[in-house]
């Protein structure tokens, strides 16, 4: 196993020796399962996926993603997009989730095949109605032994549910989903945010019965600091300015600044504004670790931009997707044509609400226009290469806006 920011927990070392390592070193196909929030392709998605995809390296495995929706949809960040009108329908703005890190995982280098996305949700569901056990029961009886003073350190009530149900989803995936795997999850690859509330779970459910050893056994991902404000992560589509923004405000001190380093030298050199000189981790902390706080999060920051715009190149690359720009007009005849798609208040009207989640059925109920006009329109557009039709039937935008050099453009 590859990576240097993951470790096999410690309490797990000697049972991964006996039972894993042999397996893995012989190609024997291993399960390994892996759970987030997923909203937008940020910082700490990319630091899972990245270290998730050293540590299996080239071996034999299969990867269970798992997408905690239920928390998509409850999230302040998620709330606000929806307010504003960014995100019309949450269902199908999830499933384009599912998408776009299926895309995303194969970008960074897992085979796609290998790969299976879930929504909690679903699992969730799937455990509740699953007859020839009461699953839920033993959950419930496994959250009755714990104390919540033990785990003061999830702020959320929410992960006190969801966190545990995790280690059942593992020991009973084979039985939720027949059709995908026939034997349990082997590795959980998880953040320190979860490692109290994933041991003392495994550790009731032995003491139940539920289950004979460790299973899964445990990959811990070394820690990282979660750099969060105003309810924003470090995204892809931010700017220099909007990630400057988030990690100047973070409360983070310089250990921790340095951890992201760290990580962020995983994928990409570390480029220091006074210098066109790129360094990997080890040169960058015996040179620059003695800097101004303040010099290091401005280092950071620029750092953090070219790890994130690197990866949205390389999966725009891999998946085939258009990358949406401003078009620049400069020829006479693509002006009046473009000039008459605008002056209709239909076709503005699609190109407005092409944003991928809505398909040509939605547009039509919101702007309460027949379904075979939007048609009309929407064939035009894409017959100016303004819009496309998606994989699963939205339509989207291939540009921002238009440009015109009226002076000198022309």
Known sequence: MESTNSIVHKEDQK????????????????NIFCSF???????????TLNELKKSVGQGNYKIFLVIWDMNTLANPYFKRMVTSRKVMNPESFIDQRVTELRDLAESIGFDKEKISIYKSSELWKRMISYSEENIFQQFYAVLAKM?????VENKK????????????????FHKLYPE????????AFFGQDKENLYLATRQHMIEEGLIDNKKPIFLLLKYFPYLLYNHNLPEWDMSLKDIK???????????????????????????????????????????????????LRETLAENLYKYLKE???????TSGRIEESVLHVTKR?????????????????????????????????????????????????KRMNLIRVLENGNLKRNIKGVKVNFELGL
């Open 15 to 30: 049972d991964f020796d006996l039972e894993i390592k042999h397996d893995w070193k012989n190609g024997k196909q291993l």
């Open 37 to 47: 929030t997923y909203i937008t392709p940020n910082y700490s998605i990319l630091f």
């Open 147 to 151: 104390k919540i003073g033990d785990f």
């Open 157 to 172: 009530v929410s992960h006190l549910f969801q966190i545990p149900m995790d280690i059942f989803f593992c020991n009973y």
């Open 180 to 187: 995908d795997t026939n034997k349990a999850i082997d590795l």
């Open 245 to 295: 923004n988030i990690v100047i405000n973070s409360p983070i001190d310089k250990r921790e600044i340095l951890d992201l380093f760290r990580h962020i030298a995983g994928s990409v050199n570390i480029s220091v504004n006074d210098s066109d000189e790129e360094l990997d981790f080890k040169d960058f902390y015996e040179s620059h670790k003695d800097r101004p706080e303040k010099e």
């Open 311 to 317: 990866h949205r190149k390389r999966f725009l690359e």
């Open 333 to 381: 005849a693509d002006v009046k044509n473009i000039g008459k798609v605008l002056k209709s208040q239909i076709a503005l009207e699609i190109l407005l609400l092409a944003d991928g989640s809505k398909s040509t059925t939605e547009i039509s109920k919101v702007t309460k226009k027949s379904v075979a006009t939007i048609s009309t329109y929407t064939n035009r557009l």
